[in-house]
């Protein structure tokens, strides 16, 4: 089994589509720091305790937003990677093609289900 043209077309799209979305979240909330690296961005509110409070809240939620958005990022490029090199769609434990259902709910898939259950 081979993944047409079209089907790494649509993936294609979907994974720019998301990437775009990955960006501007990230945007809000962090500032790039290097090439795929991302910073919680610190926002300063005053010197009131108050303010200090609302400023390490902000912190810490823009701290969380930055792992996930950041992985998010790095998996999404990973597969457009992929994509040029055409190699994508393939499971990197155990080399079979990933299910094409699986590839469309979840693009940046990088192994089958299979592998998937057995490394959790
Ligand atoms: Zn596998």
Redesign the pocket.
Known sequence: MKLDSKFLAERKEELLKRKEELLKELTEGTVQVADNDYSAKFVDLGDKDDENAAEVAIFEKNLSLEKTLEVSLYNVNKALKKIEEGNYGI??????V?NPDRLKAFPSAT??????K?SL
Request: hydrophobic residues 15%; contains cysteine; charged residues 35%.
């Open positions: 499971c990197e434990k155990c080399n079979s990933i192994s089958c289900m299979d592998c998937k057995k």
